[in-house]
């Protein structure tokens, strides 16, 4: 599940994968005047593979939550997924659901952080892992931009042991070009025809 909106770009090509959605409309239409194909998700304007709306801060890791509560109830063996941003733990709805997901020995939960620092930068957070392991959970901290060290914590997260995981996948924005790490206008910013080429050649040549 997406909590952090600004990652369903990332979830398209997974939706297309499977077949749920074709890839010469999805790249015509994206962010146009009217396109449901947006950088928010929006439950109500897909047929399939979208499970909540995201863009508001701290919804979808209590939407998760709710799910995996519900699977252990129906004794479902299926395991719940969310991503999430650092800076969504500014909201109290997060630790709500941290605090029921731990009473609840929630430990087909798995929370993906993705930390970019965003919370770090305005203020002294005081660190996830202390945090999060006082509140119950399993803790892994991975490098956000290696897959097989992704793939191998994930494995990991899979233990039913009576407790919920928390990965905090350590990244940077614009990761691939050096051009977007270096500026944060690029968190906002949409490149015209000419910067589209330059920053595309960078992430080519990384």
Not at 23 to 33: A, N, R
Not at 46 to 65: Q, V, W
Not at 118 to 129: L, N, P, T, W, Y
Not at 169 to 191: C, L, Y
């Amino acid at each position: 599940m997406i909590s952090k909106g600004q990652a369903t770009l990332a979830l398209y090509p997974v939706l297309i994968k499977k077949g749920l959605y074709d890839f010469e409309t999805i790249y015509k239409e994206i962010g146009s005047f009217y396109s449901r194909y947006c950088i928010q998700t929006d439950i109500t304007k897909f047929d399939g593979g979208i499970e909540n709306n995201a863009g508001s801060l701290g919804h979808g890791f209590p939407f998760a939550t709710g799910i995996a509560y519900a699977n252990k109830i129906k004794k479902s063996p299926s395991k719940v997924f969310t991503l999430v941003g650092d800076g969504e733990f500014c909201e109290g709805t997060m630790w709500e659901s941290c605090l029921f997901a731990s009473a609840n020995k929630l430990d087909n939960l798995c929370v993906i952080i993705d930390d970019n620092d965003s919370v770090g930068s305005m203020i002294d957070f005081g660190g996830f892992k202390r945090k999060l392991e006082g509140f119950g959970f399993d803790f892994y901290e991975v490098d956000g931009h290696d897959m097989v060290e992704l793939e191998l914590v994930f494995k990991k997260a899979m233990v039913m042991n009576g407790r919920p995981k928390a990965v905090l996948a350590k990244t940077v924005r614009g990761f691939g070009s050096q051009t977007m790490t270096e500026n944060d206008i690029w968190f906002h910013k949409a490149p015209n025809v000419e910067e589209l080429k330059s920053l595309s050649q960078e992430v080519d040549e990384f």
